[in-house]
């Protein structure tokens, strides 16, 4: 079956949201981390802004719409303006080498794919074959949590783990109902005010953004 | 009428908190908000009890039936008794310097808000909306737990944040393929992942998208639940934030979590016809029974311990609904019930205990019934009804709960009794010499404010000897509606 060329633009945006997910695994710098996800975001807005317009779903105008304000500018200008506020800035030493987090990757998308096969295959919308790609990208996401120890990697990887989950429900259903998209945008973005706010708190006490610090509570 | 006072009463009380949260009368107009809201709860209940289940609103926003409005009375109660008891408690954290007005008025807004979340969760009918609520609960609470800004209790506060964000990004996941499943059935739109709707049409969901999503589900609430393994932010959170936070964390947030994770069990079984999701429930219930009965035997710090056996009890719940069948449920809906009570007056005695020791150290707190007798029986008594003593009401749930694994699964008795003997040695071991020890500490200057623990524990006690039988006929309901 052709696809229709809306559609292979779609699948192109998907195939570049996955390699951003590979790029944040591999990024040292917390500045370009941000970047990262502010490209993750408009590749996230931009694709389901061309399923709304190729499929007539109307209320996915909304989620890109939101998707672009929240993702591409509001929330990658406040961790900008946090990462100057905080000066940490410096490289990001991850606690697994960087070759051998691209290797569990990649297994990681293997699995991904095969996971979402018996999911994609039952779904009637014409984006199902970029499921298997918003599994990975919500793995790959979770891996860059596990294996970083700063503060703000951990968030902006909680976060690409949330662009992930939207990706899967944009291609397998068409989006969430409007109401439930709403709230969990409040709810991230809340969620990112708070932790500022947590940052901060965790600077002033601890002079630092590292979570080594932070491991005093645990089972002796 | 009454589900929007319900949830517009603590609302607003967050709004009107965080503007004048700083005021000195602040504690007592968080404790008339309490009440306000628990005044609501008790006509919304009134009303379900006459009428029957409902829907409000629209196409059916809000859902109540007895299962959740008992649990919201609950809610409202606790939340209300905990109001009571941090009054004076806040007052003396910040004589002692440990907090100012700021703080304070964080603390009161977050904690209206946190009651608003938790009511939402327990009567929205939409399942994304409870995904929204329970994550909105998180947040509220972050910022209590890290309170003191102490630095355990900022990494608690990360731990909770973190863990519980991670879990509930898989019950997002979770929800999804739910409304995936629904949607082919229910079309597309707002309505498809109301439960109601679901409900009328589980048995026609896709069975293979629905176990996926169940598991999904699972270990998303279940983070929250702490159910073991995924419980390692709990204890944290329970033991470095202040006390009434501690209080209200066991005692209603654990519940709402567990409720969610029981409105999909409902559908999910509806899809398969089998005991699939029974079963994970089980698994993961005995698995909390047993390590935290073991990890409690280990702990010092005297709001861990009981932070432990939150985890016990709530995985004892798991495991009773796990089982199913009418008399498994109404012993867990009725242990849900006793926990809640009987935990969060511990907490209250506990809270007393420590503020005036200075420390949360076990082996520093000692002779409790001569520095203050209401605070001393006040832990004792608490103690011996969580412990599941006769005749509370810990001792009735309890024992349907294993009677009934005994008639159905009698592989799991031998090792829920260990447990439950073990939790029962090193707690009361732990506790009896905090309580009867030698000590030369003065009397406490102050009169603690132990009426809730009083009411709480009057209640389990009155429950274990005699339940009335119009809230047993009202659990039996409840449990009917979770495929009883």
């Not at chain 1, 095969?114 to 599994?135: D, E, F, K």
């Not at chain 2, 082919?184 to 498809?192: D, E, F, H, P, Q």
Request: glycine share 8%; hydrophobic share 55%; proline share 4%.
């Amino acid at each position: 079956m052709a696809l229709s060329y809306p559609l292979q633009v779609v699948n192109l945006l998907a195939a570049l949201l996955l390699l951003i997910s590979f790029a944040m695994l591999s990024q040292r710098r917390i500045a370009g981390l941000v970047t990262l996800f502010a490209v993750q975001g408009a590749a996230l807005s931009l694709s389901t802004a061309i399923v709304a317009w190729s499929t007539g779903q109307h209320h996915l105008y909304y989620s890109a719409a939101l998707t672009l304000g929240l993702k591409v500018f509001a929330m990658p200008y406040y961790f900008f303006r946090l990462i100057r506020k905080l000066d940490v800035d410096r490289d990001v030493e991850p606690m697994i080498t960087i070759p051998t987090t691209m290797l569990i990757g990649i297994v990681l998308v293997i699995f991904a794919f095969n996971l979402a096969m018996p999911i994609s295959q039952m779904s009637g919308t014409v984006t199902r074959s970029t499921l298997g790609i918003a599994m990975a990208s919500v793995l790959l996401a979770f891996l860059m949590m596990i294996t970083r120890s700063k503060a703000i990697p951990q968030v902006i990887g909680f976060l690409a783990m949330e662009n992930g989950l939207f990706f899967a429900a944009t291609s397998a259903t068409y989006g969430m109902p409007m109401v439930v998209e709403m709230g969990v945008a409040l709810d991230v973005l809340v969620g990112v005010f708070v932790l500022g706010i947590f940052f901060f708190q965790i600077r002033e006490t601890f002079d630092s953004l590292d979570l080594k610090h932070m491991e005093k509570l645990k089972e002796r | 009428m009454e589900i929007y006072w319900l949830l517009g009463i603590p609302l607003s009380g967050g709004v009107f908190l965080a503007l004048w949260g700083n005021r000195r009368n602040a504690p007592e107009i968080n404790a008339l908000f309490s009440l306000l809201t628990l005044i609501a709860a008790a006509a919304l209940t009134a009303r379900i009890i006459e009428h029957g289940p409902m829907t409000v609103g629209g196409e059916g926003w809000f859902f109540i039936d007895p299962f959740n409005v008992f649990l919201v009375a609950l809610t409202a109660f606790v939340a209300f008794t905990t109001s009571l008891f941090s009054r004076p408690y806040m007052r003396i954290e910040k004589e002692h310097g440990r907090l100012n007005d700021k703080r304070l008025r964080l603390y009161h807004s977050s904690y209206q808000i946190f009651i608003a979340a938790m009511l939402l969760a327990l009567t929205t009918n939409n399942m994304g909306i409870l995904w929204v609520s329970m994550e909105a609960a998180t947040l509220a609470t972050v910022l209590l737990v890290s309170l003191y800004r102490s630095p355990a209790s900022l990494e608690a506060a990360w731990k909770y944040f973190i863990l519980c964000g991670v879990g509930i990004a898989q019950a997002l996941f979770g929800t999804i393929l739910l409304y995936f499943a629904a949607e082919k059935v229910l079309g597309s739109g707002g309505t498809a992942l109301l439960w109601t709707h679901l409900n009328e049409v589980k048995t026609q969901l896709e069975p293979t998208v629905l176990q996926l999503a169940f598991v999904f589900l699972l270990v998303g609430y279940g983070t929250k639940v702490g159910l073991a393994p995924l419980h390692n932010w709990l204890p944290d959170a329970h033991a470095e934030g202040p006390t009434p936070v501690s209080a209200v964390l066991s005692g209603l947030l654990l519940n709402v979590a567990l409720y969610a994770v029981m409105r999909s069990k409902v559908l999910v079984d509806g899809a398969l016809g089998t005991d699939m999701a029974g079963n994970l429930m089980m698994g993961f219930g005995l698995l909390s029974v047993v390590l935290a009965a073991f990890l409690i035997k280990r702990q010092t710090d005297v709001k861990r311990m009981f932070a432990y056996s939150s985890i016990e009890h709530m995985g004892l719940v798991t495991f009773a609904f796990g089982m199913g069948g009418a008399v498994a449920s109404f012993a867990g809906l009725l242990h849900m019930t006793m926990h809640s009570l009987t935990k969060s007056a511990i907490f209250f005695a506990v809270g007393h205990a420590t503020q005036k020791a200075g420390t949360q150290l076990m082996d520093d707190i000692r002779g409790l019934i001569k520095t203050n007798p209401t605070i001393g029986w006040g832990l004792m008594l608490g103690t011996i009804a969580i412990l599941g003593v006769p005749p509370f009401g810990v001792f009735a749930s309890e024992f349907l709960i294993i009677t009934t694994a005994m008639h159905e699964h009698p592989w799991a008795t031998p090792f829920l009794l260990l447990a439950l003997g073990v939790a029962f040695a090193s707690i009361f071991g732990k506790v009896q010499p905090m309580v009867f020890g030698e000590t030369e500490m003065p009397r406490l200057p102050y009169q603690p404010a132990l009426t809730p623990v009083f009411i709480h524990l009057g209640l389990v006690l009155m429950l274990g000897l005699f339940i009335p039988p119009y809230l047993a006929t009202w659990y039996r309901q409840a449990a009917a509606l979770l495929g009883g």
